[in-house]
């Protein structure tokens, strides 16, 4: 088992900038492609940002490419989203998630390929 706990969310203005974390704990992280989901009201959850196992590949929705980065630092065991220039639609709880069984240096983009997931942090954008 594996478990993720994320945070760093809150309440930011348009244009502001926010960093998540997700701490994972249980297995070897560095087996994990790891990915951030978010979920706004009344709509599915989407994929956001991917990072493989290694940290040498990472993908993007096109809707936070260029203003969101995501990293990990194995030795921490820990995944992070940096979100700069953030918009009122950006406001979602963002949730973190591995994936233990793609090929090595695959990024899914679908969170049933995810076998865990955090609980999630919300992050709201005032305008």
């Known amino acids: 088992q594996v478990q993720l706990v994320e945070s760093g969310g809150g309440l930011v203005q348009t244009g502001g900038s926010l960093r998540l974390s997700c701490a994972a704990s249980?297995?070897?992280?560095?087996?994990?492609?790891m990915s951030w989901f978010r979920q706004a009201p009344g709509n599915e959850r989407e994929f956001a940002a991917g990072i493989s196992r290694t940290g040498a590949r990472t993908y993007y929705a096109d809707s936070v490419k260029g203003r969101f980065t995501i990293s990990r630092d194995n030795a921490k065991n820990t995944v992070y989203l940096q979100m700069n220039n953030l918009k009122p639609e950006d406001t979602a709880v963002y949730y973190c998630?591995?994936?233990?069984?793609?090929?090595?240096?695959?990024?899914?983009?679908?969170?049933?390929?995810?076998?865990?997931w955090g609980q999630g942090t919300q992050v709201t954008v005032s305008s």
């Open positions: 249980g297995r070897t992280f560095s087996n994990y492609a």
């Open positions: 998630a591995g994936d233990s069984a793609g090929l090595w240096s695959a990024i899914p983009l679908k969170q049933g390929e995810y076998d865990y």
